[in-house]
């Protein structure tokens, strides 16, 4: 499968733990995003990475989630102190470098969150 | 910052016949349109998408228009089928922030 994956793809913790996920993007997608998706809704962004560099963040991103992509490929995001609100689904997506027809973002199976 | 309307939010067509999902957005730079669908538990596939200098897209039974003006586009499915049955999202997108609407829950009963 050469799509975007997810590790792991479901997670159960306690409140009060931190917890890390992990995304691989397509080969050669310089560009990644994070969303979370609740139940009933669409995907919300969290965060944008060009190459290694994070570009975007939503506001919705609390000093309590850091995202990294150290060398440009992977990406990990992780929650620190984790609450109840923060069970949801947890999509990463990646697009091809810019240029012609590269708005389309791929989205990976995503990582199921519950916090007890 | 941009917001997107869905609607309906559920929608249940017979088998054959056509489905309409509709939606709104408000920032009129945004200029990329996909409409993903969801089965229970996967992840969002990109089925069809429109760009703001297109009005119409089609492919095989599945269509997209677009109204710059009014802001609004909407996806036609045409002779449905039951595994046309799924939740549908439309979504906006400008430069690298893309917002989602709140989904349509599709059923096609046989």
């Known amino acids: 499968d050469t799509g975007v994956s997810q590790d792991p793809r479901h997670k159960i913790t306690k409140r009060g733990q931190n917890v890390t996920f992990r995304c691989d993007p397509i080969s050669e997608h310089n560009r990644l995003y994070w969303y979370r998706q609740t139940l009933g809704q669409g995907p919300e962004f969290l965060t944008y990475?060009?190459?290694?560099?994070?570009?975007?963040k939503s506001r919705l991103l609390s000093d309590r989630f850091s995202a990294e992509r150290p060398k440009g490929s992977f990406s990990t995001l992780e929650i620190q102190r984790t609450e109840q609100g923060d069970s949801a689904m947890y999509l990463c997506?990646?697009?091809?470098?810019?240029?012609?027809?590269?708005?389309?973002?791929?989205f990976g199976p995503g990582t199921r969150l519950t916090v007890l | 910052g941009e917001n997107v309307e869905q609607h309906p939010s559920t929608l249940s067509v017979q088998e054959g016949d056509s489905a309409v999902i509709k939606c709104t957005y408000s920032?009129?730079?945004?200029?990329?349109f996909p409409w993903y669908k969801q089965e229970l538990g996967k992840r969002p596939q990109l089925i069809i998408d429109?760009?703001?200098?297109?009005g119409e897209k089609k492919d095989q039974r599945i269509a997209v228009t677009l109204n710059k003006t009014a802001k609004h586009f909407s996806l036609h499915i045409t002779e449905t089928q039951p595994e046309d049955s799924a939740v549908y999202f439309c979504?906006?997108?400008?430069?690298?922030?893309?917002?989602f609407g709140a989904g349509t829950r599709l059923t096609v009963k046989p």
């Open positions: 920032d009129s730079a945004s200029n990329y």
């Open positions: 990475f060009q190459n290694e560099a994070q570009l975007e």
């Open positions: 997506a990646s697009s091809p470098p810019f240029g012609v027809w590269t708005d389309t973002q791929y």
């Open positions: 979504a906006a997108k400008r430069d690298n922030d893309m917002r």
């Open positions: 429109i760009r703001s200098n297109v």
